[in-house]
């Protein structure tokens, strides 16, 4: 499922938001997946288009899977939450 | 609702060229325009007309509440009522534009409690602050300390939020925190008859200039490839112009030839460089579309670097028959700014189509 959304990326950033650690639940019940991923602001206006990528992705790739994507603010997201790449790229590493 | 934000952002491009227009006149062009007294309102056009009714739309776009959408379509009404002659009114309608932006935003604070909201209300309340003095009978140049204050406090919010994706150390909040305390700390000062509030101004416009150029993730993002590189090369230019007019307000403040040159280095350097750099991404979500990077979005990007270094330059030598160039110069940054993202957005359109087909 993560290598499906690999591509979506924070516009800003330049960085895949699995990578980013954005991607904060998943869950798949009858058919049915259901993913929740957090914005970088809690102003952040690109949430619902980030949510459509991700969407549009995992419909491409789960034919025939009914997919839910939610997205909020999480400000319990810390920069621990990053891949290494991601680190790297931002100047952690 | 998204509607609604699509007409509020066509409201404040339409405020935009009307705006950039009167300032060509205003500078010396000899252009036709719809009233003479046009010219005397290029100050609110683009504060209020422009600059507040694309950051409340934004809001708007971000929180998905109805109420948010009341500010924007204030700030378009603002535009109107100025153009119609309507003086008496636009100054309320700006005002309670700022009212319900500040509204919006405050309750923001209560569902975060972070610096982040914190410093974005304050950017909100010096928006009412200097609508209402427009509202009771000061002059423009009283209220647009107060609009500097908000465009600066409002981005520099946003940019600061963004800064946790890059290592920093955490005194650095504390230093953000109070140079923004500063900020708003020069508005009530900006009411004596000294320059005291021009100064202190200057001297938090510089601290947060620099604080940005240390510590924005766009210094990193600057590294990347498209329109990450180039998002972030807008936003550290845009750091460095906001440095400079702290400078220039520090050691000048704002009486003529610097306030001439700090308003400009601040509302086109900064803020104008801080939407060529996120309109790419904005517009896309407004419009429902993936706008992909385009290696024309440099030009109109240097084109308004050069022209705001012309302008500083030009009001510090007292060039002015330079001044006027560098006008026509904002302006066709402008204009390039607009058909390059258009041409993006027609583009990302038929590749949409094609994709569903």
């Known amino acids: ?93 | 609702m998204v509607v609604i934000g699509r007409l509020a952002i066509a409201g404040a491009v339409a405020t935009l060229a009307i705006g950039v227009w009167t300032g060509l006149v205003r500078i010396g062009w000899s252009l036709p325009l719809g009233s003479p007294m046009w010219v005397m309102h290029h100050g609110p056009l683009m504060a209020v007309g422009f600059f507040a009714t694309l950051i409340a739309t934004e809001r708007a776009l971000a929180r998905k509440v109805a109420l948010a959408y009341l500010s924007p379509l204030l700030g378009v009404a603002t535009t109107a009522a100025l153009l119609a002659g309507v003086t008496w009114l636009a100054p309320l309608l700006a005002t309670t534009s700022a009212i319900v932006f500040a509204v919006v935003v405050g309750y923001g604070y209560f569902a975060a409690r972070s610096i982040q909201a914190g410093v974005s209300v304050g950017g909100a309340l010096a928006l009412v602050w200097a609508n209402a003095l427009w509202a009771t009978g000061h002059s423009y140049f009283d209220a647009v300390r107060g609009w500097l204050v908000f465009l600066v406090l409002t981005v520099a919010s946003e940019r600061f939020e963004l800064s946790r994706f890059s290592p920093r150390a955490n005194s650095t909040r504390k230093a953000f925190v109070a140079t923004a305390l500063l900020m708003m700390v020069s508005l009530p000062l900006s009411i004596a008859p000294s320059e005291l509030g021009a100064h202190v101004f200057g001297l938090s416009a510089m601290g947060l200039g620099i604080w940005l150029l240390l510590f924005d993730v766009a210094r990193k993002t600057v590294f990347q490839k498209g329109l990450a590189r180039f998002s972030g090369a807008c936003l550290l230019a845009a750091s460095l112009w906001l440095t400079i007019a702290g400078f220039i307000a520090l050691t000048q403040g704002l009486r003529p030839p610097a306030y001439d040159a700090v308003l400009h280095a601040v509302f086109l350097g900064f803020g104008v460089s801080m939407i060529f750099g996120h309109a790419p991404m904005l517009l896309g979500f407004a419009l429902g579309v993936r706008i992909r990077y385009w290696s024309a979005f440099w030009f109109h990007a240097a084109l308004m670097q050069l022209s705001v270094f012309l302008r500083v330059v030009a009001d510090w030598q007292s060039w002015h028959n330079v001044r006027p160039w560098a006008g026509i110069l904002h302006a066709l940054a402008l204009v390039a700014f607009l058909a390059a993202t258009l041409t993006a957005v027609v583009r990302a359109k038929q590749a949409q189509a094609a994709t569903s087909a």
């Open chain 1, 1 to 93: 499922m993560l290598e499906a959304i690999a591509g979506v990326e924070d516009p800003e950033l330049g960085v895949g938001i699995v990578d980013l650690g954005l991607v904060r639940e998943v869950t798949f019940s009858a058919g049915r997946l259901s993913l929740r991923i957090a914005t970088t602001s809690a102003v952040c206006p690109f949430g619902a288009e980030l949510a459509r990528q991700v969407r549009d992705a995992l419909q491409a790739h789960f034919h025939g899977v009914s997919v839910d994507v939610s997205v909020g603010y999480d400000p319990t997201w810390s920069p621990a939450d990053m891949t290494t790449s991601a680190r790297q790229k931002l100047g952690w590493l």
